[in-house]
């Protein structure tokens, strides 16, 4: 079972808005640099946006830039990616990833994140 578990996916129209949630069970997520990426059907896990562990510094792929936003409330152990005008290419399944060392480009690769969710689909379409 993952111990990540991410909520807030769902169908919705081209130039709209979903917000994904990332949560834990078994271990608080302020300690940790988190990621956000994404996979569609027969292409490879992509970095999509990350934070670090104090919330200080934010990363995010150029193909979402100035649509999305990662957040982190550690009062509620969660992270948020707020992800507007939405594109069908946004469409993937969406992970959250947890990273204790927080060394390098937090977008990647996917081998730094040793924890991750069960994935939750966004599916872009009209």
């Known amino acids: 079972q993952s111990q990540l578990v991410e909520s807030g996916g769902g169908l919705v129209q081209p130039g709209g808005s979903l917000r994904l949630a990332c949560g834990a069970n078994g271990f608080t997520l302020s300690y940790y640099g988190i990621g956000w990426f994404r996979q569609a059907p027969g292409k490879t896990r992509e970095g999509v946006a990350c934070?670090?562990?104090?919330?200080?510094?934010?990363n995010y792929a150029d193909s979402v830039k100035g649509r999305f936003t990662i957040s982190r409330d550690d009062a509620k152990n969660t992270i948020y990616l707020q992800m507007n005008s939405l594109k069908p290419a946004d469409t993937g399944v969406y992970y959250c990833?947890?990273?204790?060392?927080?060394?390098?480009?937090?977008?990647?690769?996917?081998?730094?994140?040793?924890?991750w969710g069960q994935g939750t689909q966004v599916t872009v379409s009209s």
């Open positions: 990833a947890a990273d204790p060392i927080e060394s390098g480009d937090c977008l990647g690769p996917v081998s730094k994140y040793p924890y």
């Open positions: 934070i670090s562990s104090s919330g200080g510094i934010t």
